[in-house]
């Protein structure tokens, strides 16, 4: 059995009377990411990814922030793509594991939500899908509430 592992980042600015999408879902906030599309980090490190892991290239080189038809786009429709890609390639994942950094506001009561959102996407079992939080102790652009990041790590194999 051939398995592989990928890595993904994504990190965007904040900004007021921005829109908070995390994990396909919206989190009631005062901030939200600016971004071309909808700026849902967590969805766009877990695209990197799967997209890494199968031998492709970055999320930016298939949906491009350049590219009108991509302008608000609901970051679950890349992700539901990005897995055909890599089915197309052969490979169904074995689990992904994830990370969001952010002062406010604490995630912890959204996480179940995200899981089951993603996990729906991605046609996989909850119980392989993980997200974790983590504040930055009020150091860096996520501690002074400036912007946002995520990370993923994933295993894929071949069917």
Request: hydrophobic content about 40%.
């Amino acid at each position: 059995m051939k398995i592989k592992t990928g890595i993904g980042i994504d990190v965007h600015p904040l900004a007021e009377g921005k829109a908070l999408w995390l994990g396909g879902i919206k989190i009631a906030h005062e901030k939200g990411c600016v971004a071309h599309s909808d700026g849902d980090v967590l969805v766009h490190a877990i695209c990197d990814a799967l997209l890494g892991a199968a031998g492709l290239n970055d999320i930016g080189s298939y949906f491009p922030d350049t590219d009108p038809a991509y302008k608000g786009i609901d970051s679950k429709i890349l992700l539901r793509r990005t897995m055909d890609m890599v089915e197309k390639q052969g490979y169904a994942i074995g689990n992904i594991d994830c990370v969001v950094c952010l002062q406010r506001p604490k995630i912890k009561m959204h996480v179940l939500d995200m899981r089951e959102c993603l996990s729906g996407i991605l046609d996989m079992d909850i119980a392989d899908l993980t997200i974790k939080a983590t504040t930055t102790e009020h150091l860096g652009f996520e501690g002074r509430e400036e912007g946002i990041s995520a990370y993923a790590s994933v295993l894929i194999f071949k069917l």
